[in-house]
């Protein structure tokens, strides 16, 4: 156990706040004293905030004018290597520590006394009458499986008032409940028995056993199906086996029952669950299961890395190089790098696992700074699918089409043989622009520098930037023209058309996330799909993620040249990966599975890459490109965000940072803008945007401190800093 301090009553100590005020603040210890890293209510101003003990108080101020501590809270201190994540990641991210502390502290009613509590849960009665509001009631019930809510919880998801519960409450339609608190968490069992596993899976078991227990990095790399779930659950069943506690961290898309299945089916026992779609109690919950240690494993997506485990003995990031790890607002950090950190300071193993890994830890592992295991194979008699381009230059295609003759013979041949057939455009609504076709004008958001996207279904223009909506003209909002408007470009709801089109007699299924209501009726959507449910499949990126479609023996990509425009860093790294990825889905089961790339430059380096199948060829032609380059992975960058209501504003301050850049001059970095970010404009704010980059040695962070103290910023102008940016928006 740590050697936790003690403050004697009366103490004067520093509480962190997650109150904006930058730094801990000093309060007397109340009456009998507290701990160090202990979770009280303190007075702030006229206010009663939660803080944290954050070791003693410097002394600076007064000490009679010092105020006490409120309460200390009935739930374990946060630990003392917490505190140094939080700290040490506050210093990598540059963010403000309160703004840190808030996602270690994001579990309402954390401080609830313990006993009884009230839920309300679906019944079988039915009301009298039915109104929007109670009908809303119970499709939220009825979305959440069985699961109960507190009062205050149910009326806000279901946007009503607490009355209209309590009346269905009263005609059986919601059942009351009386609770205990917290429900115990079911023992996870690791003597049970694992699957037999391959030579090659034992062999990475082993050696991720003989790596347990201490601060050691690992890249789990195997082609999708090749079982690196099973062979991470080992290590998972090892963390267990010493009685440390295990954290599984997913995209949130890929988290989905048929994972928890086999959790399970492997241990006997659901693992806690920590993602959007868990109900506020149940994370109460497991945030104090967590901290007595009573919670074994944690499956979550990136914010389950805040929880405040009492002895965290493996972090397993699942699809490393997914881009969701990276969060991109507020606190700007990425999960996988803070899971590393995380793990460096309790002394975890971290299993970093992909088929597909980033460059970073590619690099990691070839550096040997992290160990790698290789899973070739994939498991039983399904191998990866062969990989062709089809040259659509040579392909002769209607306009408004985008299925080529050759794409559209396969999917056929597919379909005959009763297999499932997948296409596959990385493209959400109905068609990327809307043009007047009597004066060239595009429709573009009112308050982004982004096209309208036409959402057909949703009969309504999307901003995918900032979300805004509009109804789909008539008439052109320049010229007033009347039915000139017309869509260009092909979307995944355009293709959908252009499929039942062509195969009015097949069964289509369009995954795309703005299609569904909820993350779970997306579950249940593809479990359908794995089940037969569809003969073809059209869809965005989500359904590159972990599906199991064991019928699917094609995947047609239609644009694969889409990911190369743009002049993003990780451009090719990201398509290399997203293809992969996509064409992994094919051929998971007995039969065979082909991917067909329509592309109008097969010959592009990328293209060929993909195609050729020598990943390790590509890995080391793109890290020979940026080492040329001394972009990450080998050398260091950071963007500089200046955001306001004005644009001029925005440049004269970026020019006068560009021209102080002595602090930055000193580590040898350079700096590139200000320059207007490649969206120039979000929810009304201008953006304008410096890169720094810097040798990988560089103490960046302190000269970036220096560097941005200098000015003086006026109250509506924000500047944020993102380190290690991974989109280039
Ligand atoms: P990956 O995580 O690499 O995509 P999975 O672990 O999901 O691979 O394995 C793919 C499929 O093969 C799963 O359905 C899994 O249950 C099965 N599988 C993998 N290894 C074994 C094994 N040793 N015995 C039985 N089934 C296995
Ligand atoms: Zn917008």
Not at 110 to 125: E, N, Q, S, V, W
Not at 413 to 420: A, F, S
Request: charged share 25%; glycine share 10%; with cysteine.
């Amino acid at each position: 156990m740590q050697g936790t301090e003690r403050y004697a009553p009366g103490a004067r100590i520093a509480v962190l706040t997650s109150e904006p005020i930058g730094r801990p603040l000093d309060y007397l210890a109340p009456e009998d004293g507290c701990e160090d890293g202990a979770f009280v209510l303190v007075p702030l101003g006229p206010r009663k905030v939660l803080g944290v003990v954050w070791g003693a108080g410097d002394g600076t101020f007064d000490i009679k004018r010092l105020r006490r501590v409120l309460q200390v809270l009935d739930v374990p201190p946060m630990r003392r290597e917490m505190q140094q994540f939080l700290q040490r990641m506050a210093d990598y991210t540059m963010t403000p520590l309160p703004q840190v502390l808030r996602l270690a502290t994001r579990a309402p009613g954390l401080f609830d006394a313990p006993g009884t509590r009230k839920i309300y849960r679906l019944g079988a009665g039915t009301p009298e009458r039915m109104t929007d509001a109670r009908t809303r009631v119970l499709e939220v019930l009825a979305d959440h499986g069985g699961a109960g809510f507190q009062l205050g919880e149910l009326a806000a998801l279901a946007s009503v008032s607490t009355q209209v519960v309590k009346g269905l409450a009263k005609s059986g339609a919601v059942l009351e409940a009386d609770v205990p608190r917290d429900a115990p968490f079911l023992r996870l069992d690791p003597a049970r028995p694992s699957k037999t596993l391959s030579a090659e899976q034992a062999q990475a078991t082993d050696q991720l056993r003989a790596g347990a227990g201490q601060f050691a990095p690992v890249l789990l790399k195997g082609v999708t199906g090749s079982g690196k779930t099973e062979v991470y659950l080992e290590a998972v069943a090892e963390c267990l086996r010493q009685g440390r506690q295990a954290l599984v961290l997913l995209p949130e898309i890929a988290l989905s029952s048929e994972f928890l299945s086999r959790v399970e089916a492997r241990f006997g026992a659901l693992p806690g669950e920590w993602h959007s779609g868990v109900t506020q109690t149940e994370r109460r919950r497991l945030w104090k299961a967590c901290g007595s240690g009573e919670a074994q494993m944690v499956v979550g997506a990136r914010s389950a890395l805040f929880l405040p485990f009492r002895d965290l003995g493996l972090i397993v990031v699942d699809e490393e190089h997914d881009t969701s790890y990276k969060q991109e607002e507020g606190a700007l950090y990425n999960a996988r790098d803070m899971a590393v950190l995380r793990a460096s300071i309790c002394g975890a193993q971290v299993v970093l696992a992909s088929a597909t890994p980033s460059l970073e830890t590619w690099a990691n592992a070839e550096s040997g700074k992290y160990a790698r295991l290789n899973l070739n194979a994939r498991y039983g008699v399904s191998e990866m699918p062969q990989m062709q381009s089809i040259d659509m230059r040579d392909e002769s295609i209607e306009s408004n089409h985008w299925i080529g003759p050759t794409l559209v013979g396969e999917v056929t041949k597919r379909i005959q043989r009763g297999e499932q057939a997948m296409l596959f455009l990385n493209r959400r609504g109905y068609a990327p622009v809307t043009i007047c076709r009597a004066c060239g004008h595009q429709i573009g958001c009112d308050h982004c520098d982004a096209r309208m996207v036409e959402h057909r279904f949703q009969k309504q223009l999307v901003c995918h930037q900032c979300g805004e909506t509009k109804p789909i003209p008539t008439t052109c909002p320049s010229c007033k023209v009347e039915g000139k408007l017309a869509p260009v470009g092909p979307g995944v709801e355009r293709l959908a058309e252009e499929v039942r089109e062509r195969f009015p007699d097949s069964r289509l299924a369009v995954l795309s996330s703005d299609l569904f209501a909820s993350a779970r009726a997306l579950k249940e959507t593809i479990a359908q799909i794995a089940g037969g449910g569809a003969d073809i499949i059209i869809g965005t990126q989500i359904v590159a993620k972990g599906h199991n479609f064991p019928n699917l023996t094609l995947v047609g990509v239609i644009d694969a040249d889409l990911g190369l425009q743009g002049s993003d860093l990780r451009a090719a790294e990201r398509t290399f990966q997203l293809m992969r990825q996509v064409a992994g889905r094919a051929g998971r089961a007995e039969a065979k599975g082909i991917a067909l790339l329509q592309s109008y430059q097969p010959e592009h380096p990328v293209i060929r890459a993909i195609l050729g199948g020598d990943e390790e060829a590509f890995w080391r032609a793109e890290a020979a490109q940026r080492q040329s380059q001394s972009v990450p992975p080998y050398g260091r960058m950071a963007g500089i965000i200046l955001s306001g209501p004005d644009l001029k504003p925005l440049f004269d301050i970026g020019e006068v940072l560009a021209r102080q850049s002595q602090p930055l001059r000193d580590i040898g970095a350079m700096i590139f803008g200000p320059a207007p970010a490649p969206v120039a404009r979000v929810r009304g704010r201008y953006r304008v945007r410096l890169l720094v980059k810097a040798d990988k040695k560089a103490p960046l962070q302190p000269a970036l401190a220096r560097w941005v103290e200098q000015l003086r910023l006026p109250n509506n102008v924000r500047l944020a800093i993102d380190i290690d940016p991974q989109s280039f928006m």
